[in-house]
Nanobody, 123 residues
């Protein structure tokens, strides 16, 4: 059974940094695209960033471009999201997801999801 487990969330002040990790198991990790989504209370999942199977292509939401960096280590079955210059509006539960095909930008294209990790940015 495929599992995606996020970690690294927490409480940070405005301007601070966090590094999220997503470890995959029972998955041919090097063959799937990966993405990060976030969900604020009462809102839908929103695209944050994505990375191709090889790691050669990355994609970002405009709201995080220049502040967040997505990466992956296929040897460790792990994806990362380095988040810098955090803002209160970045507060959300962050989910990692894996997909075998389809768009990087829409949640329904993803086949597997983690349970999420909370990120809270205080003002």
């Amino acid at each position: 059974q495929v599992q995606l487990v996020e970690s690294g969330g927490g409480l940070v002040q405005t301007g601070g940094s966090l590094r999220l990790s997503c470890v995959a198991s029972e998955l041919t990790f090097s063959s799937v695209g990966m993405g990060w989504f976030r969900q604020a209370p009462g809102k839908e999942h929103k695209f944050v960033a994505a990375i191709s199977a090889s790691g050669g292509s990355t994609y970002y939401a405009d709201s995080v471009k220049g502040r967040f960096t997505i990466s992956r280590d296929n040897a460790k079955n792990t994806m990362y999201l380095e988040m810098n210059s955090l803002k209160p509006e970045d507060t959300a539960v962050y989910y990692c997801a894996a997909k075998e095909s389809g768009s990087y930008f829409i949640p329904r294209a993803y086949d597997f999801w983690g349970r999420g990790t909370q990120v809270t940015v205080s003002s």
